[in-house]
């Protein structure tokens, strides 16, 4: 709870992998990869809560978060290579998508 991850890197999740997060931060983080891994640069598999997702990118898909569950959350700022700027097969309930996006390899 209340924490704030910053400037880490993963295949998968840079920022947080299979967790639960309250109240949290997470900015800059990476994931990369191909096939199987490069998803969620912020977030994967994980659950946040009230969090705020921004600047973070993975190579392959969701640059915020990926296989996530997401109440309450920003997401700005995040960028993937491949689906999904903001997020990518995460379930979303009343959270602001702005300014994420897909670029070009």
């Known amino acids: ?5 910053t400037a880490n890197s993963a295949g998968r999740g840079g920022g947080a992998n299979s967790c639960t997060l309250n109240n949290c931060t997470l900015n800059v983080n990476s994931a990369s990869g191909s096939g199987f891994y490069g998803d969620g640069g912020g977030a994967f598999g994980s659950t946040l809560n009230t969090c705020s997702i921004t600047g973070n990118s993975a190579e392959q ?45």
Do not use: D, F, P
């Open 61 to 105: 898909r969701g640059g915020g978060a990926s296989a996530a569950r997401l109440s309450n959350c920003t997401l700005t700022g995040n960028w993937t290579y491949g689906n999904g700027g903001g997020a990518n097969g995460s379930t979303i309930n009343n959270c602001v998508l702005y300014m994420n996006y897909i670029t070009g390899a």
């Open 1 to 5: 709870n209340n924490c704030t991850l």
